[in-house]
């Protein structure tokens, strides 16, 4: 993996990592919250069902009372009209069920069947229960819960009737069922709830399928669901409401599913989606940014260096930081600049040596190397070729030390004034290749030994020392070729006095195609033609040579010069 990705993964991971324990904070928080609020909800509607059952308490209370006083005053004989009023009042007052007893006798009974409930509420008489029997014995009101035959449990509320005459003692009982019908009339929407006593279960809503009342715990199955609510634990809350005579302390619970909670946590799970989003976004942006920042500098160091194995020796980065990479990049360009010298005076030194082999090679050397330079910028402005800056160095190079193979070759064979005889022509034609071979040598510097080895092959195959032909022939061997000639018939020699520069365009017009590259020989001509036209010196260097030999001038010479040799 790249380090700029190395650099996006971490940022991404660690605000991912923060996202998600951010998230899971807020999401536990949220959650948190909406449950306490839930459970102050149902604590409230609880409050509100609790004082619900007190009032209908007290309003059988009431009711009980106002049956008494209708008791008191008539003789209950069980005849169809005794009846009638007592249903009537049934009806009035909404009592399920009303019974009173004379003595031990149960004197007379009405009851309603809108619940279906019938005699299965019937009170014994006297109570069971020690305390009720005392209390009612006593004359005193009493209330009690009793569990019928059937199962069902039912609320009692006794007291005791106005005496008609001394030895009279009758009671009336007013019976309320605890049951599903009472709960549904208190309960608010969207709960269930069980009347309970102690740990015993007297009535549900909904009722159970089953036979038996069934617990609070079986009615979770009725309660309505949301989005996610089936996660969390149904809601519950009890509380003690009344305490009857017998002792019996009736208990109000409540449950309700957590659809709150379910949608925060949808609303925590969407918010933390678009933070996780923003997250990612924010981390791509920021690792990129920063990686950018970070991998410029790398990256121009690693180009800077892969730049030098290759043997760009002209490489220098910029140094416009201050901090470990600018350090770094400083540490390169000192260490570029080292590398740079030996280079720059090992060329230095063979230019030198070949100098001193031939007085006019020094300033032939320069004007080359300018001629060729230019001539190559001919090339890229028409679009033909493109050289690299690299490429260009080389260029130089193998311009400056396309004739280093002469160093070789014995003085009086290069400054020899007549023709040279059969052995010394063999000899000087190895120079291209010891001049490739010493700069080979030098080390990465192999393309510019290539092209100093292909300087003297002709366009038309017939040079050496390979008789290589056309695009065989490497395109900056070619351009050396054509302005080394033109130089060299241009220039004198020991062996041949220089021509008019017309006359040296005219024959590499002449020999382009055969002997020269047409393409470098025309980029030539208009460099020259231009040096014509505006009378000044060529603007093109590379600067090169003036690195070798700083503080020499160029000086150009046309001077009229015989035809050219071999040694050239």
């Keep these: 993996m790249k380090l700029r990705w190395q650099f996006v993964w971490s940022h991404l991971i660690s605000i991912l990592a923060a996202v998600l324990v951010i998230g899971a904070v807020h999401l536990f928080l949220l959650l948190r919250s909406t449950r306490v ?3 102050q909800s149902l604590e409230s509607s609880l409050s509100t069902v609790s004082h619900l059952l007190l009032q209908k308490i007290a309003q059988l209370e009431s009711d009980r009372d106002a049956l008494a006083d209708f008791a008191s005053g008539t003789r209950l004989d069980g005849g169809m009209e005794t009846m009638g009023r007592l249903h009537d009042l049934l009806a009035l007052y909404r009592v399920e069920r009303v019974e009173v007893f004379n003595g031990l006798r149960r004197e007379v009974e009405a009851f309603r069947w809108e619940r279906g409930i019938g005699r299965g509420l ?13 209390r009612i014995a ?9 569990r019928g035959a059937s199962g069902q449990f039912s609320l009692k509320l006794c007291t005791l009737l106005a005496r008609a005459s001394p030895d009279e003692r009758r009671w009336l009982v007013v019976t309320e069922p605890l049951d599903g019908t009472l709960l549904a009339a208190i309960l608010p929407t969207g709960t269930v709830g069980a009347i309970e006593a102690g740990k015993q279960t007297l009535a549900t809503w909904p009722v159970a399928s089953s036979s038996s009342k069934g617990s609070l715990a079986e ?46 946590l949808v609303v925590g799970l969407q918010a933390w989606f678009l933070v996780l989003a923003g997250g990612t976004l924010l981390a791509f942006t920021l690792g990129s940014s920063l990686a950018s920042r970070l991998m410029a500098p790398l990256s121009a160091l690693l180009d ?14 910029p140094e416009n930081r201050h901090d470990e990479l600018g350090s770094l990049t400083r540490e390169f360009n000192r260490m570029a600049d080292e590398i740079r010298n030996t280079y720059l005076a090992a060329i230095s030194t063979l230019a030198e040596v070949v100098e001193a082999k031939s007085r006019y090679t020094r300033e032939h050397v320069e004007r080359v190397e300018r001629l060729v330079i230019a001539t190559a910028d001919v090339l890229e402005r028409r679009g033909w070729v493109r050289f690299s800056s690299h490429q260009r160095f080389l260029l130089s190079v193998a311009a400056i030390l396309h004739d280093v193979g002469k160093i070789a070759i014995g003085k009086e064979i290069l400054n020899k004034s007549g023709p040279l005889d059969s052995t010394e022509r063999e000899e000087i034609l190895t120079h291209p290749e010891v001049g490739a071979l010493i700069v080979e040598r030098m080390g990465k510097l192999e393309r510019a030994a290539e092209i100093i080895r292909c300087a003297h092959e002709h366009f038309d195959g017939s040079g050496y020392p390979r008789g290589l032909r056309g695009e065989e022939i490497p395109l900056e061997s070619r351009i050396i070729l054509a302005v080394d000639a033109f130089d060299a018939m241009t220039m004198n020699r020991p062996y041949s006095s220089g021509r008019p520069q017309e006359e040296a365009m005219a024959e590499l017009r002449a020999e382009a195609g055969r002997q020269f590259d047409p393409v470098a020989v025309e980029a030539l001509i208009e460099v020259l033609s231009t040096v014509e036209r505006t009378k000044s010196a ?22 009229v010069m015989p035809p050219r040799d071999i040694r050239e």
């Design 37 to 39: 609020l839930e459970k």
């Design 122 to 134: 019937e009170t014994p008489w006297f109570p069971p229960n020690p305390s009720i029997a005392a």
């Design 138 to 146: 006593g004359g005193g009101t009493a209330s009690w819960v009793q």
């Design 219 to 264: 009615l979770a199955a009725y309660l309505p669901r949301g989005t996610f609510s089936s996660l969390f634990e149904p809601l519950v809350a009890r509380r003690p409401t009344v305490r009857f005579d017998d002792g019996t302390v009736l208990s109000v619970a409540l449950m309700t599913s957590a659809i709150r909670s379910g949608q925060s």
């Design 304 to 317: 800077g260096t892969a730049a030098m194995a290759r043997g760009h020796l002209m490489v220098r980065l």
């Design 538 to 559: 060529i603007s093109h260097d590379s600067g090169l040579y003036r690195a070798v030999h700083p503080g020499q001038d160029a000086r150009s010479s046309r001077r």
